[in-house]
């Protein structure tokens, strides 16, 4: 019996944890997790274009969203992770994680909301619409991959307000 216990302990061991992460404290070791409302607090008016929330998502709010990834067996050069936004009638933005960082057994992937958001603006050619009630709720999926097979999906929802 004992020895089954130790089994299961080691293959559970070997299992990572996978939390969300948007920001990495350094000092106290602690993953931070952003509201999924963000809240501009800056007077854009309706012939703003996409591509001016995007960047200002990008230049002036710098909110990462991400993940960790704990394991003390793993190999952090064999995982990868990805956002994909999607939006019904639109074609999905899908992005690697810029952000790569390794932290003790621990790996964090990020990146910026902003990249995503204009991406997708990109691929959909909205760049130089005007701004609409429609693109200020998003859904996006962090993908997590191990030697390119999909290890896990987590799903996140952005709703930015105070725009206007």
């Not at 960047?55 to 002036?60: A, C, P, V």
């Not at 960790?68 to 994680?97: G, M, P, R, V």
């Not at 790569?100 to 902003?114: P, T, V």
């Not at 619409?129 to 962090?142: A, G, H, M, Q, T």
């Amino acid at each position: 019996m004992l020895r089954v216990s130790i089994w299961i302990l080691l293959f559970v061991s070997c299992l990572p944890y996978i939390e969300l992460c948007d920001d990495y404290d350094y000092k106290t070791f602690e993953c931070k997790v952003h509201s999924p409302q963000i809240d501009f607090n800056r007077q854009f008016n309706l012939k703003n274009s996409l591509k001016e929330i995007g960047y200002d998502l990008y230049f002036h709010k710098k909110i990462t969203y991400g993940v960790k990834i704990t394991n003390y067996l793993e190999n952090w050069e064999d995982w990868n992770c990805y956002f994909s936004l999607q939006k019904k009638h639109y074609i999905d933005a899908y992005l690697l994680l810029e952000g790569k960082r390794i932290i003790d057994s621990s790996l964090w992937c990020f990146d910026y909301l902003g990249s995503l958001v204009l991406e997708f603006y990109k691929i959909n050619h909205l760049q130089e619409e005007k701004l609409d009630s429609n693109f200020l709720n998003y859904e996006f999926l962090i993908l997590i991959y191990r030697k390119n097979e999909l290890q896990k999906t987590l799903k996140r929802n952005i709703k930015l307000k105070n725009l206007y």
